[in-house]
């Protein structure tokens, strides 16, 4: 009994010194001490993507760790949330997603057969950036320069305006019907385009389809061409960049068109500890004069957030408000 008890002690007291030298690596080896993974819902190129990778750079130089940019697109953002949910949840893989991603994606899939509960295995870190939108008209052979005349024309000609929108169910088709919703059940045409923003310009300034939400940096070019007629702005204040160009508040539709907002996102059972050490470095690449002039050139706003807690209540309320939209109007979106 004697030697069991000491033995006892011994395998005791081993313990007690491997986890004194394991804290003491770790006080000395903060993290992070290896690579980082940032996981982008998206192919590489857009403004998700150029968000990461604008961020991976400084947080590469400030912690002198390599942070990784993968692009892991498909299925509306569940691709990139599944790998981020089976990662584990150490901090060596984060997500930065947008609003489809990370907001809509998750109302309308809750409830069905996917591999992660989304508000109970993902956490928000902060908000990166804002990205203006912009409810803009073709001028091709469409005279409509304001949303009164928008309505106006649409009441006119039912079922004869076409509005295009990159994919079915984005929150840019949500943006539009629901717009039309609210003006008086306008009867207007969704025209998916899978390129992207960059097919429906084409579609625009082609005159396939009559109106579009995009967001302002991808269509600035045309805007300043006059190839495209901007009605009116998904934004909290007119843009200095259009200055007459009425927001979707001005014009009478408070709550309608979307500002794509870029976040950060961890696994929810990582620590506070390394939680904390992302949002708070992330938080300062924001600041650095070489990310500020990539995301200012891109016409991005940058709105990082003063804590975890901040975070939690933001994407509380992002989802609650898509949660609204989502009842309000119904597109059917496949699986």
Do not use: C
């Not at 949840?89 to 907001?103: E, F, K, P, S, W």
């Not at 989304?118 to 320069?145: H, K």
Request: glycine share 8%; proline share 6%; net charge positive.
């Amino acid at each position: 009994m004697k030697r069991v008890t000491l033995l006892l002690m011994s395998s005791l007291s081993l313990l007690i010194v491997a986890l004194s030298v394991q804290a003491q690596r770790s006080a000395q080896n903060p993290y992070p001490t290896r690579p980082v993974r940032i996981v982008v819902p998206f192919a590489p190129g857009g403004a998700t993507d150029i968000v990461a990778r604008a961020l991976t750079a400084e947080l590469k130089d400030r912690l002198g760790q390599v942070f990784l940019v993968e692009n892991k697109p498909g299925a509306d953002g569940i691709v990139a949330i599944q790998d981020l949910v089976r990662s584990g949840a150490d901090g060596y893989t984060l997500m930065i997603g947008n609003v489809g991603t990370n907001a809509i994606t998750p109302v309308l899939q809750a409830g069905k057969n996917t591999a992660f509960e989304y508000e109970r295995d993902v956490t928000p870190v902060m908000r990166l950036a804002d990205i203006p939108g912009v409810l803009v008209a073709s001028t091709q052979n469409f005279p409509v320069r304001s949303i009164s005349e928008l309505i106006d024309y649409a009441k006119r000609n039912p079922s004869k305006l076409n509005y295009g929108t990159p994919g079915i169910g984005n929150y840019a088709h949500y943006d539009m019907a629901l717009f039309a919703k609210r003006a008086g059940d306008l009867k207007m045409t969704a025209i998916p385009n899978r390129a992207g923003a960059s097919g429906v310009i084409n579609d625009l300034l082609s005159g396939t389809v009559q109106i579009a939400f995009l967001n302002a940096a991808s269509t600035a070019g045309n805007i300043q061409a006059g190839t495209l007629r901007p009605l009116a702005l998904a934004n909290h204040t007119r843009l200095p960049s259009l200055p007459s160009v009425p927001t979707m508040r001005e014009a009478g539709f408070p709550g309608v068109g979307t500002i794509a907002w870029q976040g950060l996102f961890a696994p929810a059972a990582t620590s506070n500890e390394v939680l904390e050490k992302v949002r708070s470095e992330t938080a300062k690449a924001l600041q650095a004069p070489s990310v500020q002039k990539i995301l200012q050139q891109q016409g991005f706003n940058i709105v990082p957030m003063a804590s975890l807690e901040e975070a939690k209540a933001w994407l509380t309320e992002e989802m609650s408000a898509w949660r609204k939209v989502t009842d309000e109007v119904k597109i059917e979106v496949s699986n």
